[in-house]
């Protein structure tokens, strides 16, 4: 399905950071502040042989009520909720391993041991979410038990630059200090609306919630290699939907988490972007070609590089989303 519909992207671009981490580092230790505000922040979140926390600090003066949803991969994509309560001001850390509510509580919500997929957080009782202030702040933080980190902000769907969808998404890519594992993460859901209230999003809905992309790389002299398109979807290869997913969005592969080629591939042996590719330094560009959406889509691009000796580093390169201008796809 071609959109017929003004496409619109919104660029947030994260510094790329590079952290050593010590054995302590499994605690749910404060993490630095967000730069970036909004109602609504979005991550992934990651359960095998990792440990993932999500912090959340609500910087506006009343109380607020948040809705998390998380969607997990392994399980079809399917939605685990709550709701949580924030003073002004206040801040809490989500052990994606053993979950507590901001009172301390049991949320009702157990993850699988090898659960990964995406993390939603939603203020729940803002009267209009283009009203600042956009307090909602937060970080995620993956931990690998090889001893690399990942980390950076939890994401806004909604921020303050826009450029065209037609415009490639980039990344450069590298082996400096034996960095030879990767992590590309696509994040696609439908929002249920901006101003509906509770604020919600759907993502297991996976023959419908899709982006698929163009891949090229280029080498340190631009050339370009072509690769193979790809899909991101909340999906695995044991998800029933699988096939006609790929059948909808006329890819060869739909995945939620990408490699970057055999130099670099993912790090928990997933597909790459450019298979039989042995470039172990240059950039990736992504074109988006099409998308699965027939209402709002809102989503996110991280890029993860690692060497697995104790530094991490991620970045999130892209947020998008797509109004329904015309009526529909």
Not at 45 to 74: G, K, P
Not at 75 to 94: G, L, V
Not at 103 to 113: I, K, Q, R, S, T
């Amino acid at each position: 399905m071609r959109v017929s519909s003004f496409l619109i992207a919104v660029s947030l671009c994260l510094s790329f950071t590079v952290i050593s981490i010590q054995e302590s580092s499994s605690q749910a230790l404060p993490i630095a502040e967000s730069d970036a505000a909004g109602p609504q922040l979005i991550g992934f979140f990651d359960l095998r042989e990792r440990e993932s926390f999500m912090q959340l600090t609500n910087t506006d003066s009343a109380v607020q009520t948040v809705h998390i949803q998380l969607f997990n991969v392994n399980d079809n994509c399917n939605e685990n909720n709550f709701f949580d309560d924030y003073t002004a001001n206040d801040t809490h850390i989500y052990n994606l391993r053993d979950i507590q509510t901001n009172d301390g509580n049991p949320p009702g919500v157990v993850l699988p041991a090898d659960a990964y997929g995406i993390f939603v957080a939603t203020y729940v009782n803002k009267p209009n979410v283009m009203q600042p202030p956009l307090a909602l702040v937060g970080n995620l933080r993956v931990i690998d038990n090889s001893g690399y980190e990942y980390r950076t902000n939890l994401l806004s769907s909604l921020a303050s630059e826009i450029q065209s969808i037609f415009d490639p998404v980039t990344f450069n890519f590298n082996s400096e200090a034996g960095v030879t594992l990767s992590d590309v993460i696509g994040i696609p859901l439908d929002d249920l609306g901006e101003f509906e209230l509770p604020a919600e999003v759907f993502a297991a809905d996976v023959t419908n919630i899709w982006l698929s992309f163009d891949v090229n790389i280029l080498d340190n002299i631009e050339n370009i290699f072509s690769c193979r398109d790809i899909t991101f979807a909340c999906v695995n290869d044991q998800n029933p939907l699988l096939e006609e997913l790929l059948a909808a969005s006329q890819t060869s592969v739909a995945s939620f988490e990408y490699g970057i080629n055999n130099a670099i591939p993912h790090s928990k042996g997933g597909e790459l972007l450019c298979p039989g590719n042995t470039i172990s330094e240059g950039v990736v560009t992504l074109t988006n070609i099409d998308v699965g959406f027939e209402s709002q889509p809102t989503y996110f691009i991280f890029v993860g590089l690692n060497n697995g000796n104790g530094r991490g580093s991620l970045d999130v390169i892209w947020n998008d989303q797509i109004p329904d201008m015309m009526g529909g796809g």
